[in-house]
């Protein structure tokens, strides 16, 4: 029977439940409301599209990829005002959760299948990996890290309930909860959409302005960055603000903290230590001196590594922080596993899961044909694409609920440290069992994307799952049409890279793809005999240890450590304005309205950005292209820039006060 459906939050939404108390969600469990039909379906797989490749793009361009659930959900509670639909609610979270599949299936496949063709470029086209293995790498991950998730589901989403913040989860669910009051919150939204895309779209498509302000446009500058190997940097795009705006300025602050590290004492201090040495630490021969390399050069042949080795010691931390977690949720689904058949049957539709019959048989499903494409499109070897899905399998299932509990606590999943981890202990597997060389590093990486996206689903998942907890829709509605937006973002995303890489290249540095370059530094002296910069990881390993010992968190600190400085500065820039913005009056409600009102400016510049970010990348492949290189090295388009940037700026604080 439908029931209308209430348009507040209880108030025992985001507190622990007292003993006997239960959580009542907007949509009653005992009515039905629409949910899944042609609309929810259609829109979702639009979604799905479009932000499959405006984060595919932004993820390659600055290696943060947004998560798309706040700007779908936005432009769900838009289109189903503007069309009057009747108690939309439902069809909504149906929507962001198809859509949302985007970003997950964007992040595992932009971190590690682009280092394919990172390494082509050194090793010619016996590198190399078709559209039918990206696409089936990103996919069949993507279907696993649902599978291995939803036993986990009752655990973090009910049990769990006020323990976790789910801070992304909690945003989402109040802008689909203004929706059902009948608000319009997707006007600023599609306002800042269409500044930041042109904005951005001026810059790559006609470069008017220089997308990145170093210090090396004035005189000092320059002799600073040569004699001392110290310079400053600035990306100026919206979609990089606004993403900075989004993480919020405490982590903006850590990521930069890394980056500054490594570029204002590392780098300086290598140079003043070794300025006339040839240091050969593992991996790519270097016959030139530290000093007569540029700051930029130090970077990458050393200082990058040591984040490589922060990154990976990080994701340890983070397995070690997680185990009880971790065997308390097995615990929790192989007890579910054995008395579901009834206890399914008869729970209240909001606690209705897939039954567990059909994930153990999709699971076993899965993996068998993970297995067959491992063995006849990857490796072509059956023994080792037995060791292959031996080692897929257990390492997507054990990092699943560190997947899940991160995004619970503080709504960022450390998969790149993860995959790392994956991508070594493959590495090594793999050439112990005598698949080393191109045709290792290919197999390394495909199963590394596999794994990558898994983990990535995973903690996207719960995110939707606890919208759906909330909001009170029907978990197996959300759980089942979950695996048509895998399919459609895996599709979109093999496509995007393919076309970034043929107009763009991952080794030009317009397209900075810092995770894959990382994967590719990682696999690449294993795989080839050549040994591995091991001290500089271990430096790495051992600051991480040392951040997080200091109560500061290490991933987010070593990941600054790794993506370069100018795309690091930018975020602290957005978090400053979400820190300004949020704080100025002494009114706390109007404090809250601007920081919502800032989060909508946010997701449109990056939602804006990114995808005029792809429409650009697709007029350079069609060979027109209106840059003028000669301005770009004239130091007066960075002035330019650097005006240009100021008066984004202004806007967006300015926006936030209407």
Same mark, same amino acid.
């Given at each position: 029977m439908e029931e209308e459906i209430k348009t507040t939050?209880? /108030?025992?939404?985001? $507190? /622990?439940?007292?003993?006997? /108390?239960? +959580?009542?969600?907007?949509?009653?469990?005992r009515g039905q409301y629409p949910e899944v039909n042609s609309w929810s379906v259609t829109w979702g797989v639009l979604m799905a599209m479009l932000f499959s490749a405006a984060a595919a793009y932004l993820g390659?361009?600055?290696?943060?990829?947004?998560?798309?659930? &706040?700007? &779908?959900? &936005? &432009?769900a509670v838009g289109v189903s005002t503007a069309a009057k639909r009747n108690k939309a609610l439902g069809e909504n979270v149906i929507i962001q959760s198809i859509g949302a599949c985007s970003g997950a299936v964007v992040a595992g496949a932009i971190f590690t299948l682009p280092a394919i063709y990172i390494l082509q470029a050194k090793y010619g086209p016996e590198m190399s990996a078709s559209f039918v293995q990206v696409f089936m790498a990103s996919a069949l991950g993507g279907i696993l890290g649902i599978l291995f998730l939803i036993p986990f !589901?009752? +655990?973090?989403v009910k049990d769990m309930h006020g323990k976790y913040p789910f801070p992304e989860a909690t945003a989402t669910t109040q802008v689909l909860v203004s929706g059902a009051k009948g608000g319009d919150q997707a006007k600023p939204l599609i306002l800042a959409g269409l500044i930041g895309g042109l904005y951005d779209f001026i810059i790559a498509t006609f470069g008017w302005w220089n997308e990145v302000v170093t210090t090396r446009m004035i005189g000092w500058g320059e002799t600073l960055a040569e004699k001392a190997k110290l310079v400053f940097k600035l990306n100026t795009g919206a979609a990089v603000l606004g993403l900075g705006y989004i993480i919020g300025l405490r982590y903006a602050l850590y990521i930069c903290l890394g980056s500054l590290a490594v570029w204002w004492l590392i780098v300086p201090g290598m140079n003043l230590l070794f300025h006339d040495t040839v240091l050969n630490l593992g991996g790519e021969r270097i016959t030139e001196t530290v000093g007569n390399m540029t700051a930029e050069d130090i970077f990458f042949k050393y200082a990058r590594y040591i984040g490589i080795g922060g990154i990976a010691m990080a994701g340890i931390i983070g397995i070690v922080k997680s185990w009880g977690i971790i065997k308390g949720a097995v615990s929790l689904a192989g007890k579910e596993l054995k008395g579901s058949a009834g206890a399914d049957a008869t729970a209240v539709r909001t606690q209705r899961d897939l039954s567990f019959k059909f994930i153990a048989i999709a699971a076993i499903v899965a993996l068998l044909v993970t297995f067959i494409f491992f063995w006849l499109g990857v490796m072509h070897n059956l023994?080792?694409?037995?060791?292959?899905i031996l080692l897929v399998t257990f390492i997507a299932f054990l990092f699943t609920t560190v997947a899940a509990n991160a995004i619970a606590i503080v709504g960022s999943n450390p998969v790149s440290g993860m995959t790392l981890m994956t991508l070594i202990l493959a590495s090594v597997v793999l050439s112990a069992v005598g698949l080393s060389g191109t045709g290792g590093m290919v197999a390394a990486l495909i199963m590394g994307g596999v794994v990558c996206t898994a983990l990535s689903m995973a903690g996207a998942f719960i995110t939707d799952l606890k919208i759906g907890?909330?909001?009170?829709?029907?978990?197996r509605k959300q759980e089942s049409w979950k695996f048509l937006g895998t399919l459609v973002s895996a599709a979109t995303v093999g496509g995007v890279i393919m076309l970034l890489n043929e107009t763009y290249g991952f080794t030009s540095g317009q397209l900075s793809a810092p995770q894959a370059n990382a994967m590719a530094a990682v696999i690449d002296p294993v795989m080839s005999g050549q040994g591995a910069p091991w001290l500089l990881y271990g430096i790495g390993a051992l600051l991480a240890l040392i951040i997080n010992f200091c109560g500061m968190p290490a991933l987010a600190v070593a990941l600054g450590m790794f993506i370069p400085l100018e795309l690091n500065t930018p975020l602290v820039m957005g978090g400053a304005i979400s820190w300004f913005v949020?704080? $100025?009056?002494?009114?706390?409600a109007v404090n809250e309205a601007r920081g919502e009102r800032g989060t909508l400016i946010a997701s449109g510049f990056i939602a804006g950005g990114a995808l005029m970010g792809v429409?650009?990348?697709?007029? !350079?492949?069609?060979g027109i292209s209106l840059v003028s290189e000669e301005w770009m090295q004239n130091p007066l388009s960075e002035l330019a820039a650097l005006v240009a940037y100021i008066l984004l700026v202004c806007y967006f604080v300015r926006s936030t006060r209407k």
């Open positions: 939050l209880p /108030e025992n939404a985001f $507190r /622990e439940l007292k003993a006997g /108390e239960e +959580y009542e969600p907007l949509m009653s469990p390659l361009k600055v290696g943060q990829v947004f998560e798309a659930a &706040i700007p &779908i959900a &936005i &432009i !589901r009752k +655990y973090f023994m080792f694409a037995v060791v292959a907890y909330w909001l009170g829709t029907t978990p949020t704080t $100025r009056s002494k009114d706390k429409v650009s990348a697709l007029m !350079r492949f069609g």
